[in-house]
Structures are given as C-alpha cells and as structure tokens.
C-alpha cells in the first residue's frame, strides 16, 4: 500500500495566521500546534500542496456557529466589503504566504504552474498555490488582478458569502437550493474572461446557482469548484446539484469534497462527531456525477469544522484508509489525492 502525497483544493491557514502579525511565517514554518494546519504537522500528515486562500473577513460576520447547529437555519448575508478596506487585508495575507516561502528555506514553494507542483511533489516540498477566496481586493479596472497575476495570483473566486462587485455569494442556509439571487454582473463577465485570458482558474464554490451557469457559458476553462459536496446527500445552499455536476463533468472540471461537517451531514448540522462514512458517500456521489478524473480533496481546515476522526491535517491518512477500506483500488486513490487536482490545474493554467 502506499502512502498518497494529498493536494487539497482549500485551507484557510492564511486567515489563522493572520492575528500573528511578524510572528506568522515564523509560527506555520516551526509550527504552533494550533488549528488544523502548520509544516511540521502537514509533512506527518502527507499534505503535499494545496490551494491557500486569501480570505477578507467580514466586520459584520460574527460567531455564527450557534447558528448551524440549528435542525434548520438561514444566515444573513454579510455586506459587501469596502475594496479600500479589503486591499491591505490581501496584501497583508499574501505577504504571510510570501514570507512563509522565505521563512521555510527551500521547504515551501509559492508555484505558479503545474510542472513547478509537481516538482515539489516529488521533492518533498510543499507546493503552494496563491488563491483569493472573493474578488474584493480587484478593481472593476481589473488593474489590480494584473498585478496580482504577475505576484502569482493563480485561482480566484468572484464571491464568498456575500456580494461583490462581480457576483452573488450563497448564504449559510439549510435546507437551500443553490439558487438564491442573480448572476454575475457586467463586471463579473469580464473578470471571467480576463481570467481565461490569463489562465487564472475560475472558483466556483460560494457562488450562486445563476452566477454558476453564468460562468459557464462564459468560461472556456475547466469547471472548478474547489471545496464543495453534493447537494443530494446534504442539500445545504453551499452544495451542488447534480445538474452542476454534469456541467462539471462535460467541462473536464472538478470538485474538491469539503471536510465541514455542515457541507457533509444530510441534516445540515456543524458537528464534529460525523463519522467518517457520512464523508465518503460524498466522494461516491461526486466520483458517479463527475467521473474518477474529477474529484479530489477540498478540505477548508482552518475553516471549518471537521469529523472528531480527522481531527486536524494529521487525519488525512486515516481519511485515504476509510477510503481504501471503502473499497477504492489504488489508482483511483492516487487520482483523489494529488493526481487530478494537478492535471485539472494544468488545463486550466496550460503545460
Ligand atoms: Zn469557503
């Protein structure tokens, strides 16, 4: 049997290490034990790259927890965020990951193509990709996406929970469709398009069901909703339907299965004690409405809460075991762990 290196298509670390202020990179690279994620715990648990997210919170956006572990429930939507506001916030998230890829000395490297994370796969590096979790901190100009572009920006989503000036974010609601407000606006439409001229990848999840289907027909890029599960086991707003699926599928795409329990549970409900197997349905759903070639991790630790037997990065091989045990032979497991997130991010950026 072999021990799988695990690309995941979601954390939040960025956001944990934010409060750290100068000691940030210091704290992920020594590793602080706290939270889901920092190197040392990373390398024990087989994390061998992943998508890290530039996410801006919102002032207006409490402790809403409480809330979704409710039988039913419906958060209110946070207020757009003002850019002026938001730009240093992604400026200073950036910087940590800028500063963590110095701190770590060869260790961790911010990639910006598929051949740049495959070596460091095979090197035992960690390969970063930098990724914005909401369009907040790019101009309706679009001057400032040139820029983070040429820093390495290389996925972006138009949304969180919330609007911008590019599209509609679904709120935290259980039971939901997906459908919960417009599509994109003009400025989304083009923002699209200047991300499939710069090969930047297009993040589907928080988006809206009418912001989706507006991708894509826009879009000439793989579908890609990098932490999502399916909304036929849990039909939470944050999940996708079986239709989205297909248009994931037809589009050579992906989804990455998110690890919040709230995403995993059919009753909607954020608890740590979910058993492992509630999970893996959402990877035999996925991999039966989107293919073997289209479904990998999406884990969001640092941003959600996940099963009591995950724990933190440390579980992920208890999480390929179930998997194993579950009955996946191993190039299939091979594909879920690192391979398809790869390919699909070469498609998406070119070889
Ligand atoms: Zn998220």
């Not at 939270?35 to 002032?59: C, E, I, Q, T």
């Not at 730009?87 to 910087?95: I, L, N, S």
Request: glycine residues 10%; contains cysteine; aromatic residues 8%.
């Amino acid at each position: 049997m072999t021990a799988f290196p695990i690309f995941d298509g979601h954390n939040d670390v960025l956001l944990r290490l934010l409060p750290k202020g100068g000691g940030a990179a210091r704290a992920f690279v020594a590793g602080d034990g706290e939270g889901h994620l920092d190197l040392p715990r990373m390398r024990k648990g087989g994390f061998a790259g992943g998508l890290f997210a530039v996410f801006l919170p919102s002032p207006d956006f409490g402790h809403v927890d409480h809330l979704m572990r409710q039988a039913t429930y419906d958060v209110p939507l946070p207020l757009p965020l003002d850019p002026a506001a938001a730009r240093p916030v992604a400026e200073a998230m950036a910087a940590i990951l800028f500063r963590i890829e110095r701190e770590a000395a060869g260790a961790v490297r911010i990639c910006r193509t598929a051949a740049e994370i495959r070596q460091s796969i095979r090197d035992g590096v960690l390969a970063t990709v930098l990724h914005f979790e909401g369009a907040e901190a790019i101009d309706t100009s679009l001057d400032a996406l040139e820029v983070w572009h040429a820093a390495g920006l290389r996925s972006l989503g138009l949304v969180w929970s919330r609007p911008t000036a590019f599209g509609h974010g679904v709120p935290f609601r259980y039971p939901s469709s997906p459908d919960t407000g417009d599509g994109l606006t003009e400025a989304g439409v083009r923002l699209v398009r200047a991300c499939n001229e710069k090969r930047i990848l297009v993040d589907l999840s928080h988006l809206n069901e009418k912001g989706f289907w507006d991708v894509a027909r826009i879009s000439d890029a793989p579908l890609v909703a990098t932490h999502s599960n399916a909304h036929a086991l849990s039909p939470h707003a944050r999940n996708l339907t079986d239709d989205q699926l297909a248009a994931i599928r037809e589009s050579r795409g992906m989804v990455g299965v998110n690890f919040a329990t709230s995403f995993i549970r059919p009753d909607g409900r954020m608890d740590a004690a979910t058993p492992l197997d509630q999970l893996l349905r959402h990877f035999d759903h996925l991999v039966e409405k989107v293919g073997i070639d289209g479904v990998g991790f999406g884990s969001d630790f640092d941003g959600a809460t996940v099963p009591d037997e995950i724990q933190d990065v440390t579980g992920l091989p208890a999480v390929v075991e179930a998997l194993r045990r579950h009955g996946w032979d191993e190039p299939s497991l091979r594909k879920l762990c690192w391979e398809n997130w790869v390919s699909v991010l070469e498609r998406t950026w070119g070889g």
